[in-house]
C-alpha cells in the first residue's frame, strides 16, 4: 500500500475524532454540570496542537498524533462498556482513534529512512 493512503486515512482519523468530539459534547450528550466551552477545550484541544503538523504532512506531528489518538481509544472503551446510551458513539470513537492511530503511524512508518 503507498505511504499517501495512510496520510489519508489519519486524517479521516482526525477529522472523523475532532467532528465527534465536537458534537459528543455540544449536542448528543451536552454536560449540565460542567460548561460546555471547558470540555471542549479538554477533549478537542489535544489533537490540535499537531493539527498544522499534520495536514504538512510532518512526521514528528504525525508520531505525536498517533500518541494522542490512545487516550480517545482508551475513553471510549470504558464509555462504550459504562453508558448504553452512548454505546455506539463510543465503539465510533474507539473506530476513528484507530483509523488516526495507525493511519499515522503506518505513515511515518512507510516513511524513507535517511
Not at 506531528?61 to 482508551?74: E, G, I, R
Amino acid at each position: 500500500m503507498q505511504r499517501i493512503y495512510f496520510f489519508y486515512i489519519a486524517l479521516f482519523g482526525f477529522f472523523g475524532l475532532f467532528f465527534l468530539q465536537l458534537a459528543w459534547h455540544t449536542i448528543l450528550f451536552p454536560v449540565s454540570h460542567f460548561p460546555t466551552a471547558l470540555m471542549l477545550i479538554m477533549t478537542v484541544g489535544p489533537i490540535l496542537l499537531p493539527f498544522r503538523g499534520l495536514l504538512n504532512g510532518n512526521l514528528k506531528s504525525c508520531t505525536w498524533m498517533s500518541y494522542l489518538s490512545l487516550p480517545y481509544f482508551a475513553h471510549g472503551v470504558a464509555e462504550a462498556y459504562v453508558s448504553d446510551s452512548a454505546r455506539y458513539y463510543a465503539l465510533l470513537e474507539v473506530l476513528v482513534s484507530l483509523f488516526l492511530c495507525f493511519g499515522a503511524g503506518f505513515y511515518v512508518f512507510k516513511a524513507d529512512k535517511s
